[in-house]
């Protein structure tokens, strides 16, 4: 069976019945963003190729900004051909961002009675209504997080304090 790597092919001999259990005799680290097809699905028979390309983050600007995204392209033309084919679904994205919220905070309702401090970036602010998920705090708070912000609820005092840790 034919094992390709990034374009690096090599011919493996293996007892493994599935393509997974293959990529791990062979040692090949796969991570979630990268691409695994073969010629025979999940399982494996004579003469199967097993293709993986391995992805790697780029950066693409939108209205100015700076969008990280993961990509396996294997190059601009191939990158380029792709955005011009999805041009038209791509006007059609839209974000849901309680859903953001909630898988950066974790979904964290606070329910406490009361209000809730939230400190972040050296400031304090107070909301009145502690019942809120932390993505309402937040955003009731003026405070947007990072993707890889720390948030940390505890009770000091008796009040409940929301605490944004900054990662960069």
Known sequence: MALTVNGDTRTVTTYAMSVDRLLDEQDVDVKSHDSVTSTTGGSLNEGAVVTVRKAYQATIVIDGKSVPFWTTATSTTQ??????????????????????????????????????????????????????????????????????????????????????????
């Open 79 to 168: 990158l380029l051909q792709f955005f011009r084919a999805n041009e038209k679904q791509a006007e059609k994205v839209t974000v849901n961002i309680a859903n953001v919220y909630n898988q950066l905070t974790g979904g964290l309702v606070i329910k406490q009675d009361g209000p809730v401090t939230v400190i972040a970036d050296g400031k304090s602010v107070t909301i009145q209504n502690g019942k809120l998920p932390a993505a309402s705090i937040l955003d009731a708070a003026g405070v947007t997080l990072g993707k890889n912000d720390r948030v940390n609820v505890s009770l000091q005092n008796g009040h409940t304090i929301l605490r944004v840790q900054r990662i960069t």
